[in-house]
Antibody, heavy 124, light 106 residues
């Protein structure tokens, strides 16, 4: 059974860079896409970006200039880097696996395995 | 981004009630629509993909319908463990998925 676990700092200073890691256990990291989602009371659930199983990483237009996602298959980990933090980046950050199903030649994507989430507070 | 709007934002229901939650997309998304359940302090859990495909292990009292811009999540008979917040999410726009604001069932 695949499990995901986020790790990283709980408190970050404004203007600094956030680095989070998601460790994948119980399954393969290859052959799937991997994503980061965040949730705050003010903005709800927000897509940050996705590292696809093939092709280029893509990001939410609002975070594209500050976000970076990478995958290390050798350690079965994938990471999020978010620069120039402000208090508005305070949220619970989730990593998730993106699965897909093919129906009549259409690809349907969905997040079927999630980490428990890690709370990040941006404050001085 | 494709805006997703859920209604109602919250609803009160009792065990055994039939509950319906609506999700509306700002533009047609065919049936590229997923539903998630979230309980306090927990991560969202996938219930339904492709608007109507029940995820393995999800009770059959949950069902999804709709296509284009209007979608519905229905719980045929509410169980105590179903009190939670429900979110819809579009996967039509591959470069930027968006979620509804959530519907709290209490």
């Amino acid at each position: 059974q695949v499990q995901l676990q986020e790790s990283g700092p709980g408190l970050v200073q404004p203007s600094e860079t956030l680095s989070l890691t998601c460790t994948v256990s119980g399954g393969s990291i290859t052959g799937y896409s991997w994503t980061w989602i965040r949730q705050s009371p003010g903005t709800g659930l927000e897509f940050i970006g996705c590292f696809p199983h093939s092709g280029s990483t893509y990001y939410s237009p609002s975070l594209r200039s500050r976000a970076s996602i990478s995958v290390d298959a050798s350690t079965t980990q994938f990471s999020l880097r978010l620069t120039s933090l402000t208090p508005a980046d305070t949220a619970v950050y989730y990593c998730a696996r993106v699965n897909r199903q093919v129906i009549f030649s259409n690809y349907y994507y969905y997040m079927d395995v999630w980490g428990k989430g890690t709370t990040v507070t941006v404050s001085s | 981004d494709i805006q997703m709007t859920q209604s109602p934002s919250s609803l009160s229901a009792s065990v055994g009630d039939r509950v319906s939650i609506t999700c509306r997309a700002a533009q047609s998304i065919d049936n590229f629509l997923n539903w998630y359940q979230q309980k306090p302090g927990k991560a969202p859990q996938l219930l339904i993909s492709a608007a109507s495909n029940l995820e393995s292990g999800v009770p059959s009292r949950f069902s999804g319908s709709g296509s284009g811009t209007d979608f519905t999540l229905t719980i045929s008979s509410l169980h105590p463990e179903d009190f939670a917040t429900y979110f819809c999410q579009q996967s039509y726009s591959l470069l930027s998925w968006t979620f509804g604001q959530g519907t709290k069932v209490e």
